[in-house]
């Protein structure tokens, strides 16, 4: 969200209450790829898996959190005000426009090595989408592959 030359609009926990039949009654949280679960396959890690320990841990607290704002909307808690128990894997949508200089400058920065692993998972196959529909413009953008 630092970039200052585009325009974002993007989903709203304050005002989104996951309890409800919209949402179908549950918040949907994002599995962070270095987890390194088979892509696809997530049904398969249930509870009672514990072949990936740290997968584990994780979904353990993706429960606790949603059963604790589900508690919280339940005893009168506004959405804006439950929301502060999610998460950082809640997930949200988000909607970006730029020009195309503006376009190459996220794809330098969010492409790179040093860039955080979910935003380079985001980022690097949008950038290749687009080398194939603009290569004049994106073809000269390089960035390391997302696992070496």
Same mark, same amino acid.
């Given at each position: 969200?630092?970039?200052?030359?585009?325009?974002?609009?993007?989903?709203?926990?304050?005002?989104? @209450? $996951? =309890?409800?039949?919209? /949402?179908? +009654?549950?918040?949907?949280?994002?599995?962070?790829? #270095? !987890?390194?679960?088979?892509?696809? @396959? $997530? =049904?398969?890690?249930? /509870?009672? +898996?514990?072949?990936?320990?740290?997968?584990?841990? #994780? !979904?353990?607290?993706?429960?606790?959190?949603?059963?604790?704002?589900?508690?919280?909307?339940?005893?009168?808690?506004?959405?804006?005000?439950?929301?502060?128990?999610?998460?950082?894997?809640?997930?949200?949508?988000?909607?970006?426009?730029?020009?195309?200089?503006?376009?190459?400058?996220?794809?330098?920065?969010?492409?790179?090595?040093?860039?955080?692993?979910?935003?380079?998972?985001?980022?690097?196959?949008?950038?290749?989408?687009?080398?194939?529909?603009?290569?004049?413009?994106?073809?000269?953008?390089?960035?390391?592959?997302?696992?070496?």
């Amino acid at each position: 969200m630092r970039h200052r030359i585009a325009s974002y609009s993007q989903e709203s926990t304050r005002y989104c @209450n $996951y =309890s409800k039949d919209k /949402f179908d +009654n549950q918040i949907t949280f994002v599995i962070p790829e #270095w !987890l390194d679960i088979e892509e696809g @396959n $997530y =049904s398969y890690y249930t /509870f009672e +898996n514990r072949e990936n320990k740290e997968l584990l841990i #994780w !979904l353990e607290a993706m429960d606790i959190a949603q059963e604790k704002y589900n508690a919280l909307i339940k005893n009168g808690w506004q959405p804006q005000q439950a929301r502060s128990v999610l998460p950082n894997s809640l997930k949200t949508e988000i909607v970006m426009t730029a020009n195309l200089r503006e376009w190459r400058e996220v794809f330098r920065q969010r492409t790179a090595k040093a860039a955080h692993p979910q935003m380079r998972e985001i980022m690097i196959p949008l950038l290749e989408e687009l080398k194939t529909k603009l290569p004049i413009i994106f073809n000269d953008i390089k960035y390391d592959r997302l696992h070496n």
